[in-house]
């Protein structure tokens, strides 16, 4: 992050959606972390915001989308899918930087990289709930051949997603695991935008989302949610696993907001360990 998006007290972060993630987020910042401060958060309830924020000890204003650009530098959105563009659209056309969750979003508005590229703004994805996006971003130096993920949650970890509802596929009372899906990172991005952001995460740190193949299964043997990745490339060959124990929300693992914890830490960090 360049020094123009600096305050004299170090990067001024702002948080756009309170929820699961939202709220871990806020702790750790408010408390400190060196060289960020909370300087703002942005939530759909404010009313509801303002009393958590209260009952959290955390003296931070609430404010609309529109104004966090007015209170930070750095923006990390913890919302739903549908609000990215109003997120980042403002920060970005003002040379800020924007922290993405919802990065399965990021496939359907390329202008927001465009826009990026433009004005001087940075969009960072965070590693999240998926291991080995580094091996992967370096095997793409080189080539990449193929990418194959597969994906396993706990049934009520997929309830609700699009793609099942259109499709007329009931996850309900699963005694077996259940394949719901086969197809590229795109439309798994498009048919699960709560559930699979790591699959657009992957395609976008290796050879893209036409090219990057997922299955998605509903597994009621499982109590985590559970991503394998296969890549084959001239430089490598590797298969990495893991296991994400789910949050107060079941779309989304523990690790996602340690994840980007560790990101905003690196932002200032005299040592950066990993590409």
């Known amino acids: 992050m360049s020094s123009g998006n600096k305050s004299l007290g170090g990067i001024r972060v702002g948080i ?14 408010a408390a400190g972390l060196a060289g960020l401060s909370l300087t703002c958060v942005a939530a759909r309830d404010e009313a509801k915001a303002r009393a958590w924020l209260a009952s959290a000890g955390i003296d931070c204003p609430v404010v609309p989308l529109g104004a966090i650009p007015d209170h930070a530098d750095l923006v990390v959105e913890c919302a739903p899918a549908a609000l990215l563009a109003q997120i980042a659209e403002p920060m970005l056309a003002r040379g800020k930087s924007v922290m993405v969750l919802s990065c399965g979003a990021l496939l359907r508005h390329g202008e927001l990289i465009d826009l990026a590229e433009k004005s001087g703004g940075r969009i960072i994805v965070p590693t999240g709930g998926l291991l080995g996006l580094d091996a992967v971003a370096a ?59 790591v699959a657009a995460a992957l395609a976008l740190a290796g050879i893209g989302p036409d090219r990057t193949l997922i299955e998605i299964w509903a597994d009621p043997t499982v109590t985590r949610n559970c991503h394998t990745i296969e890549v084959d490339a001239d430089s490598a060959r ?20 340690l994840s980007v914890l560790a990101t905003l830490r690196k932002l200032g960090a005299p040592l950066q360990v990993g590409t």
Not at 139 to 156: F, L, Q
Not at 241 to 249: D, G
């Open 16 to 29: 756009a959606g309170l929820g699961t993630v939202g709220r871990a987020l806020a702790r750790p910042l």
């Open 139 to 197: 095997a793409r130096e080189g080539t990449i051949h193929s990418v194959r993920m597969i994906t396993r949650k706990p049934p009520n970890g997929l309830a609700g997603a699009p793609y099942l509802i259109e499709n007329g596929i009931s996850v309900d009372g699963l005694v077996a695991p259940k394949r719901v899906f086969d197809g590229t990172a795109r439309g798994a991005a498009a048919g699960f935008p709560a559930n699979v952001n």
């Open 238 to 257: 590797f298969t990495l696993s893991i296991e994400n124990i789910p949050s107060e929300n079941p779309k989304t693992g523990r690790i996602v907001a």
